[in-house]
């Protein structure tokens, strides 16, 4: 986006492999998983409320629509059901993504980054704008969320269903 903006800018890196062996010069071989603990403490909650939302779904579902089992749900009903999963994905835990997205997007020098941990990043968030800063962008990632995890919970459980038929 800088780029198309301002065209005097020059990136830092022009491939991913100079930016990983750059991080890793300075930050060695732990540099490229910077923000992972944030990613951890965010994928934990979140695939759990996520997948599990979307089978306590179509279990309701079944059970809705006189079906023996979850394998039987109709399309629109295992569809459905993974949406609302994503969503519920979203809604959960959102700031915690925010958090983590912005320590990862910090710098690759040490002593130059905003955010060097977890609470310093969500000082330093709030500081920026108080809760609002927390859902910055909330609004695009949940008009996604429906269609796309629909989609993948969708194709999932198909070739899941398909997998385990005798």
């Known amino acids: 986006i800088r780029s198309k903006a301002d065209p005097t800018y020059k990136p830092p890196y022009t491939t991913v492999s100079a930016c990983v062996k750059a991080t890793i ?14 990613t951890i403490l965010r994928n934990t909650p ?3 409320v996520y997948l599990g939302s979307f089978e306590v779904l179509k279990g309701q579902a079944a059970k ?20 609302l999963g994503g969503i519920a994905y979203w809604l959960a835990i959102f700031p915690v993504d925010v958090i983590k997205s912005s320590m990862q997007t910090d710098n690759i020098i040490r002593s130059q980054r905003r955010f060097p941990d977890m609470a310093t990043a969500a000082k330093v968030l709030w500081s920026e704008g108080g809760v609002k800063r ?12 429906a269609p796309a995890n629909g989609a993948m919970l969708y194709t999932v459980d198909k070739v899941t269903n398909m997998l385990n038929r005798e």
């Open 64 to 83: 809705q629509l006189g079906c023996k089992s979850n394998a039987d749900l109709p399309a629109w009903a295992v569809l459905s059901s993974a949406a």
């Open 46 to 48: 979140a695939n759990a």
């Open 134 to 145: 927390f859902y910055k962008g909330f609004t695009p990632c949940l008009i996604r969320a």
């Open 25 to 38: 010069r300075e930050n060695g071989f732990k540099g490229p998983f910077q923000g992972l603990a944030a």
